[in-house]
């Protein structure tokens, strides 16, 4: 195996590594191998697995008051049901986040 390296790729590119991704498993070298055919590697360290990143106390990163009305409302607007990407992009227009 060779050394990791670092490469730039723009949102698009994230997003599509994003949405391939296997929640709480992928990080984005295992998704990219299995996009490309590559063989998986058993001890992959391009990232740590998420069970090994300490968790951050609750309600420090996103305080659920201020986000709350933003999810119900953009998941009512979608009739019910939404995306996670589609809830995201509504709040951050509706707290106008760039």
């Keep these: 195996m060779t050394a990791a390296q670092w490469i730039e ?3 698009e590119v994230i997003g ?3 949405d391939a991704a296997e929640p709480f498993l992928d990080n984005p070298n295992r998704v ?3 996009l490309l055919g590559s063989p998986t590697i ?3 360290r391009t990232a740590p697995l998420p069970s090994s990143i300490p968790r951050v106390p609750r309600g420090s990163l996103c305080p659920l008051p201020e986000f709350e009305v933003p999810i119900l409302l953009a998941v009512s607007e979608a009739g019910g049901s939404a995306s996670r ?3 995201q ?3 951050a227009g509706h707290l106008k986040i760039v």
Aim: proline share 0%.
């Design 85 to 87: 990407r589609a809830v």
């Design 16 to 18: 599509a590594i994003k």
């Design 42 to 44: 058993d001890n992959d």
């Design 32 to 34: 990219l191998r299995r």
């Design 89 to 91: 992009d509504a709040i």
């Design 9 to 11: 790729v723009d949102g």
